[in-house]
């Protein structure tokens, strides 16, 4: 059965006030432009964000800040984004920051329906406070749990009917965690394929985390700080 839809608000129709929301990308690069475009238009409130860092100020995530949509940001970097600044200082918004390596293996552990792990990342530091300690082999290490979202946002370069996504270049960056970690995942593409032609070996995630395909266009990839070689 075909995953295809052709409509971005059909699509984030089932998304209400409150849901949870792990999204894929990192910085602006592989993120998922328009279905952050069409949760902005649809308005829902007190979202929490689960993602490695919310954006800039106009694009991404950032058009989700300026409609004070986000309640809570679970993330590893909050250093691009003046609006996030401002609103963590006034209370508006609740930061849970999570060491980036953390944060990818806390999604894929949700991804693969596992509960909890332990890491020694973060012991003693503010990352660990209120948080199980245990010793193995004359080491302590904190316990983190798995992250699993309501819905999980995907943005890959290819993928058929069934879901089979490839992604391209940086951009694959957390976008296969996530993938796997949300009840209800939604991919956009630049490219849909038809049935039997993308290779196995070249398919990056497979169809059964996915839930529907978007195809996008017009995409405008920006780059958070362009920098060039001297002439």
């Known amino acids: 059965m075909s995953k295809l839809l052709t ?3 059909s699509a984030i129709q089932q998304i209400e006030d ?3 929301i792990i999204v894929g990308g990192f910085g602006l690069s592989g993120i998922p432009e328009k279905l952050f475009i069409a949760l902005r238009n649809k308005g829902v409130k007190d979202l929490t ?12 995530l950032g058009l989700l800040l300026e409609n ?15 609006l ?51 010793e193995f082999d004359g080491r302590t290490y904190i316990m983190e749990k798995g992250i ?4 999980a946002f995907v943005k890959a370069w290819k993928a058929d009917h069934f879901g089979n996504l490839v992604y391209r ?28 032609e993308l290779d196995p070996d070249e398919i990056h ?18 780059i958070e700080r362009l920098t060039t070689a001297n002439a």
């Open 7 to 9: 409509s971005f608000d």
């Open 18 to 20: 409150g849901a949870t």
């Open 49 to 60: 964000i689960v993602s490695n860092n919310c954006g800039v100020d106009d694009w991404g």
């Open 68 to 82: 004070k949509q986000i309640k809570k940001m679970i993330a590893s970097y909050v250093g691009e984004n003046k």
């Open 84 to 134: 996030f600044e401002q609103q963590f200082l006034s209370g508006e918004l609740e930061v849970e920051l999570v060491p980036q390596g953390t944060l990818a293996e806390r999604l894929r552990a949700g991804g693969a329906g596992i509960p909890a792990f332990y890491t020694a990342t973060g012991v003693g530091t503010e990352v660990a406070k209120g948080k199980e300690h245990k």
């Open 148 to 151: 699993v979202g309501d819905f």
């Open 169 to 196: 270049k940086t951009a694959r960056n957390f976008n296969p965690v996530v993938a796997t970690a949300g009840k209800v995942t939604l991919v956009e593409v630049e490219e849909l394929v038809g049935t039997g």
């Open 205 to 222: 995630t497979s169809g059964v985390y996915v839930q529907k395909v978007l195809v996008g266009s017009d995409y405008e990839k920006r």
